[in-house]
C-alpha cells in the first residue's frame, strides 16, 4: 500500500496531471494499493482567494472554507479522469466522502480522525482512490481545510490510518538538498533525513513539506519520501533512524520572511518574560527564538523573533501593555535574517558551531543573536548578508 | 418564505454577484425566510468541461460531476461573503449538505428526495440560507449533477420541499416575451404566462426556464417568477391559471436546433411505426414532431424532427435497420426551423392557425409540416425564413 501526493506544481496543467498519472499507474501496475492524494492546480488557491477578497476583504473563515476546498475537488476528478484515459481503474473521493474529521478550526483545522471505510472498499475493489488534499468535515457537516500546504498533512495522515507502507510527496523539487539548490548551486541532495531534522529544516523556512505532517509522520512512523513529479530519480527519504551521513550537518537554511523585537530596561524580577508571551499568545502571534540577555543596572533585555507578517501587531499589543510589562524601549527590525545549519548529529560533534562561526567571520559577517537546540544552530544576520551567509557555510562543511 | 435562484450571468462576476446579494437583503430585511439557489459562475461550467475534455476525450460521467459542481460550491460560497459583507446573516450549503438526494445518473440525475432539515434549522436562526444549484448526492453518498439549467430545478424543488411562497428565477432577461426580443423588437413582456404555455415554449427554444423545473413547479404547484437581476422591473409570474390576456396566444418561438428524417415507402400495416421509435429510443434519441402520411401504391411515409445533434447518429441507426423496417427511401435535412405559437386558449378560439397561416402566406414563406397540440401550432420552414416567419406571425397577433 503506497500513498502518493500530487502538489499544485504537479498537477499544474494537462501535461504535469498526465505525468503523475504515469507515475501512479506504474507503481499501480507493480500490484502495489494505491491512494493519489491531490492539492489545487497551480495557482488555484490564491486566485480564489482573490476572488473572495474583491467580494469581501474580511470573509468568513467557514465560508472561505467552502470556496477554497472546490480546487483540490476539482483535481482530484481531474487526476481520476487522466488515470481512467490511460486505463487505469480509478475514482475520486472529496474530504467528506473519505470521511476526514477535523475540529472546527476553519482555515487552519487539525485531522481528528478518518474513517477510511470507503477507501478500503475501493481498494478491494482494485481502483485507484484519488483523495482530495487539504479539506475535511466537522461535527457539523462543514467542510474544513487545513491550511497552506495541508495537502502534505492529507496524505499523511491516510498513510497513517491505513497503515500505508509508503508516502510520496511527489513537488517541484527532487528531494531535500543541503542549501536551497537555486541558491547554493552546490548543493546536494540527501538521500535521507531523519523527521527532526525534516521538522527543523521546514520550519526554517526550507519549504519541502509542511511541519504539521512531518510531525505526524514521526508519530505514526510514517515512511515519506520527497521526490520530483518530473524527473525520474530517487528523492529523498525521510525516516527516524538514518544510516551515517558523512558529514555532520544535513543542511544550511536561510529565513528572511522573520522580524526581530526587543524590549529593553525590563525589571529584572520573575514574571516578565510570562507577562510578555502571554500578551503575544492572547494575540495570536507566534514567537520564534528568544534571547534574553542581562542590561544595563539591575535591567534585562528581551528580544525575540516572529513571523514577518507578525510584526505590526506584535509591536501594537506590546505598545498597549507597556505599563504592566514595564520596558523603557521598544525596537522593531525586519531587516534581518535568520540561516540555521541542521543535523541530527550535531551537537554531539564537537567543533560544528566553531566551524559555522568561522565560516561567518571569514565573509565579514556580523551574528545578531544565536540559539542552539540539540540539532540546530540558528543565527540572526543582517538580510543583505542572508545569502553570502548560506552559500559561505555550505562551502565550509560541503565544499 | 422566498426562494430566489441566480443564473451564471447574474453571478457572473463581483459587481453581478454585488447586485443580487443586494436584490436578496431587500427580500429578507422586508422579514422573509430566504433560500438563494446560486448557478457556476459565466463560462465556469464550460471551462471546466474544456479542461477535462483536454484529459480524457471521454471521461466517466461520475468524475464529470465531481468537477462540474465545484463551480456551484464556489459560488455559493462568494455569494454567502457578499452577503456577510453587507451585513446579512448568511450560511452556504452544498448539494449535499442541503440533502438533495437524487438517482444515480450523473450528468442528468433527477431528484428523489429532499431532507431540508438542515435547511430549516438555518432559517430559524434567520439566516440566508445560499445553495449550491445544479448538485446532489446519491444513494452511495457519491455527488451527481442534474444536467445543464439543473439550478431551476434545484429552486423549484427546494420550494415545493419548503412549501415556499414564491419561487424567483432571475436571470439576464426581463422575463418571458411574446417572442425573443433581440430578434422582434415589438416583442412585449407577458405579465403572467401559464405552466403549460411555459413548457411548450422552453421545448420550443426559448430557453427562459428548463423544461424539468417548469413540470415540477407544475406538480407542485410552485409560484414562479422570471426576472432579470439586471433592472429592477416586474418580471412575468408562471402559474396554473392566469386572467385573460388581450391576445389569444402567448408567444412566438423558432427553433433552428433541428433536422428532419423522412423515411419513404414503408409497408402499410401494423407495428412500423413502433419498429422506428423503438431503435431510436434504444439509440437515446428523443423525437419531436411525428407525422405520418399517405404514399404511393400501398406505402406510407414517416418523418419527424430531432435534435440536430442527433442527426447523424439517427440517420446511422436506421440505416443499419433498413430490413427490419423496411423503407425504400431515407431522406434528412437540417436546413430547416420550427416556428411555433403558444397559448393556452388558443384551441378554442377560432381562427388562430388561420391567422399564422396567413402570415405565413403574406411572406411566402412555403410549410413543410405541420404539428398541433391543445396550446400549440408548429410549422417546418426553410431555416432562411425562420427569423421573417416569427416576424410575420408576430406582427399578426401583437402588432
Redesign the interface.
Known amino acids: 500500500m503506497i500513498v502518493q501526493k500530487f502538489g499544485g506544481t504537479s498537477v499544474a496543467d ?1 501535461e504535469c ?2 505525468r503523475a498519472a504515469w507515475i501512479v499507474a506504474e507503481k499501480y501496475s507493480e500490484g502495489n494499493d494505491l491512494v493519489v492524494v491531490v492539492s489545487a492546480q497551480g495557482e488555484t488557491t490564491d486566485e ?1 482567494i482573490d ?2 477578497g ?3 476583504p474580511n ?2 473563515k ?3 472554507d ?2 477554497l ?3 483540490e ?2 483535481s ?3 487526476m ?3 488515470l ?2 490511460i486505463g487505469m481503474p480509478s ?2 473521493l ?1 474530504g ?2 473519505v470521511g476526514i474529521q477535523t475540529d472546527s478550526a476553519y482555515g487552519s483545522a487539525r485531522i481528528k480522525a478518518i474513517s477510511a471505510e ?1 477507501i478500503k472498499a475501493e481498494l478491494d475493489r482494485r481502483r485507484i482512490v484519488v483523495v482530495a488534499g487539504f479539506q475535511g468535515i466537522n461535527g457539523f ?3 474544513t481545510t487545513l491550511g497552506r500546504g495541508g495537502s502534505d498533512t492529507t496524505a499523511v495522515a491516510l498513510a497513517a490510518a491505513l497503515n500505508a507502507d509508503l508516502c510520496q510527496i511527489f513537488t517541484d523539487v527532487e528531494g531535500v538538498f543541503t542549501a536551497d539548490p537555486r541558491k547554493i548551486p552546490d548543493a546536494r541532495k540527501l538521500e535521507e533525513i531523519t523527521y527532526d531534522e525534516m521538522l527543523e529544516l521546514a520550519s526554517l523556512g526550507a519549504q519541502v513539506l509542511q511541519n504539521r505532517s512531518v510531525e505526524m509522520a514521526k508519530r505514526y512512523g510514517v515512511n515519506l519520501e520527497v521526490l520530483s513529479s518530473f524527473e525520474r530519480k530517487p528523492g529523498t527519504k525521510v525516516k527516524e533512524v538514518i544510516k551515517m551521513e558523512q558529514s555532520k550537518i544535513s543542511g544550511v537554511a536561510a529565513d528572511a520572511k522573520i522580524a526581530r523585537i526587543a524590549l529593553v530596561g525590563l525589571r529584572d524580577e520573575p514574571g516578565i518574560a510570562f507577562k510578555i508571551f502571554r500578551v503575544l499568545a492572547n494575540a495570536k502571534i507566534n514567537v520564534d527564538i528568544i534571547l534574553q540577555s542581562i542590561g544595563r543596572e539591575d535591567t534585562k533585555d528581551i528580544s525575540f523573533t516572529v513571523a514577518r507578517g507578525d510584526m505590526e501587531s506584535a509591536a501594537q499589543v506590546l505598545s498597549e501593555h507597556q505599563n504592566t510589562i514595564g520596558y523603557t524601549d521598544i525596537s522593531v527590525t525586519d531587516k534581518i535574517a535568520k540561516v540555521s545549519i541542521v543535523g541530527a548529529g550535531m551537537m554531539s560533534a564537537s567543533g560544528v558551531a566553531a566551524l559555522m562561526f568561522e565560516a561567518l567571520y571569514d565573509e565579514k559577517i556580523n551574528i545578531g543573536m544565536i540559539s542552539t537546540s540539540e540539532i540546530k544552530i540558528s543565527v540572526l544576520v543582517d538580510e543583505r548578508d542572508a545569502d553570502r551567509a548560506v552559500s559561505a557555510i555550505h562551502a565550509k562543511f560541503f565544499g
Open positions: 494537462t496531471i498526465q480564489l476572488k473572495a474583491k467580494l469581501n470573509p468568513s467557514r465560508e472561505m467552502v470556496l476546498s472546490t480546487g475537488q476539482a482530484c476528478a481531474l481520476s479522469m487522466a481512467e484515459k475514482v475520486s472529496t467528506w466522502q470507503r457537516n462543514d467542510i
